[in-house]
């Protein structure tokens, strides 16, 4: 049975702890978190302990932490954790800072325990199968990538400043999924962004609107659309036009009942938010992190793919102020 603590209890702790307590192979020993009575519930919740994170880490009878705290805490944690023997997973990003990201790529490497980044997406069942029938030649060789993932409204602008901006929080997971899919980096990155959902959000230094263009050495395109506001819901698609077909990757909706009548055709709305949509996604990232650990294979998504979504990010960021392509070999 791995025993786990889990740094950081909020929303998207929550989320982890129902995974980690659900796995018959790992059990939730304590929790952390800097608000001691948000630590307290869901301890309570899970029949766990509240622990300060230093206990947690010192603990040589906790096998791995589950880190959901704050974005510029999450460098010094995963070098902290791996230094001390413990498996590692990590929310996205891992840093806000790509040097800083770097050196704890190094770090990590040098301590020599797993640590997998927690881009759940690659685990939905919708899109593993459409990355298995890519590989499997289906629709012969990729061409074209489009990637649509937008939220069905802002978040506050409280949490705007202090995310990192929409490449680095937002549209990463994209750039991951990109990564993922066509099996490599590219070589450049163009970014067209705006702020037009909310005039506060532009106040705060960040856009809300985004297109990115992603070129390969190859010759093949992705091109990746966010906003931050679809007033009909979580829209999540992904669509892969090759040689001989195309692949896509439908929304989940509410319900699959569709009304046909004299006065048209309609169906369900897009599930709302991610804990809607992602929810098996988050169980099964769980369960391959579980299996690495006390199996002692890769993690399936490794801080080398943290830092290289990280690095497009960068670029993306540096291209939208810019108005010019940026090479990733030059972040």
Known sequence: MMKVGLLGAGRIAGVHAKAITSHPKSTLVAVSDYLPEAAQKLATQYGAEIRTT???????????????????????????????????LCEKPVDLSL????????????????????????????????????????IGKA??????????????VAYIKVSGGLFRDMMIHDFDMANFLMGTAPVSVLAVASSIVDPQIGAAGDVDTAVVTLTYAD?????????????YGYDQRVEVLGSDGLLQAQNMLE???????????????????????????????????VEAVTEGGPVPVSLDDGVAALAMAEAATRSAKSGQSVRLADV
């Not at 061409?143 to 506050?156: C, G, N, Q, R, V």
């Open 54 to 88: 230093e206990e947690i880490i010192a603990d040589p009878g906790i096998d791995a932490v589950l880190i959901a705290t704050s974005t510029d805490t999450h460098c010094d944690l995963i070098e902290a954790a791996t230094a001390a023997g413990k498996g590692v």
């Open 99 to 138: 040097e800083r990201a770097r050196v704890c790529q190094e770090s990590a490497a040098r301590n020599g325990k797993p640590v997998m980044i927690g881009f759940n997406r690659r685990f939905d069942p919708n899109f593993g199968a459409l990355k298995t029938a890519l590989e499997a030649g289906e």
């Open 143 to 156: 061409e074209l990538l489009s990637i649509t993932s937008f939220d069905p409204a802002p978040p506050p």
């Open 219 to 231: 010759g093949r395109i992705a091109v990746i659309k966010n906003s931050r506001r679809a007033v």
């Open 255 to 289: 319900n699959t009942v569709v009304k046909s009548t004299t006065q048209g055709v309609m169906g369900a709305k897009p599930t709302y938010f991610f804990l809607e949509r992602y929810m098996p996604a988050y169980t099964a990232e769980w369960t391959a992190f």
